[in-house]
């Protein structure tokens, strides 16, 4: 063989390592490789389990809190669609029985009315009646006075002075409805 052949073959190729250090490196794996699938592993795992957990806790607890605020919005639009209905409704009745009482009060006034313009008129009649049985008085002294003088000789007979009078105002009665159909 040639010399540079036995050369090379005599010194170790630097890449590969030696057959030793191979089997000692695979020991070393093969150990810190155990200790890390039976001791950390397990360990990372249950810390990584744990963590999912309490996330999977908070997620259905913020559903939770979710469904509830959801459930509580839900009953508070509820109460306030039927407060603002039981508004109208009083607000419907206050304008019910506002014309109601308004009713009311025209029908006393127009009542009221109707009592004081009767009562006005039997006032007004017993007035004119009051007003007719002084001016037949009135009239009777002035008739009997004018008579007198007219015929020369003083009516002192109260028969015959009240026949007078009666006849006088019956004729003046029977003019005055004459008089008026005339000026109509």
Do not use: C, H
């Not at 996330?55 to 669609?81: F, M, N, P, R, T």
């Amino acid at each position: 063989m040639t010399p540079m052949l036995i050369a090379a073959e005599e010194t170790p190729n630097p890449l590969i390592p030696a057959v030793y250090d191979i089997f000692w490196s695979a020991v070393v794996f093969i150990v810190i490789f155990l200790v890390f699938w039976k001791m950390v592993l397990p360990a990372f795992k249950k810390t990584l389990d744990e963590r999912a957990e309490r996330i999977q806790g908070g997620i259905e607890k913020a559903e939770k809190v979710q469904a509830e605020a959801d459930a509580a919005l839900q009953e508070y639009q509820k109460q306030l669609a039927d407060g603002r209905a039981e508004a109208a409704r009083m607000r419907a009745e206050a304008q019910e029985e506002g014309a109601q009482i308004i009713a009311e009060m025209k029908q006393r006034a127009a009542d009221e009315a109707e009592r004081i313009t009767a009562q006005a008129k039997v006032q007004i009649e017993a007035e004119r009646q009051a007003a007719m049985v002084s001016l037949r008085g009135e009239v009777g002294s002035l008739a009997t006075d004018l008579a007198g003088r007219i015929v020369g000789e003083t009516l002192t007979d109260d028969a015959r002075a009240a026949n007078v009078v009666d006849r006088f105002i019956s004729d003046l009665e029977k003019q005055t409805p004459a008089a008026a159909s005339k000026e109509n």
